[in-house]
């Protein structure tokens, strides 16, 4: 199960149904049991990340992890790498990997560090 978190306008709608083509399902929004995964959408100005990082992972499972989608150099929105780097270290996770997924947005995938607080 997958739950998608700050979704707006601004999203890359081709990215988000690639997603959820590959799903087969739609998103979770209010979840009844814990996710798999959440797909959290963020933007420079959606507030405190080290917050959002922490209200992402109320549902998630021990074992999950969060794409993390933030718009890329240049863009209305840009997440600054070391405000990232704080952010998850605040959430009590790890930048497992980075990656250009359109032109517009980068997913970075944050995991819980092997033996970390839960």
Known sequence: MVQELGWDD?????????????LGEDFVYEAIEAVDIVLLWWRDEDGDLGDGLVDALTDLTNRGHIWLMTPRTGRDGYVDPADLAEAALTAGLALANTASVSQEWQAHKL???KGGRR
């Open 111 to 113: 995991v819980r560090p």
């Open 10 to 22: 601004d999203v890359d709608s081709g990215l988000r149904s690639a997603v959820l083509d590959v």
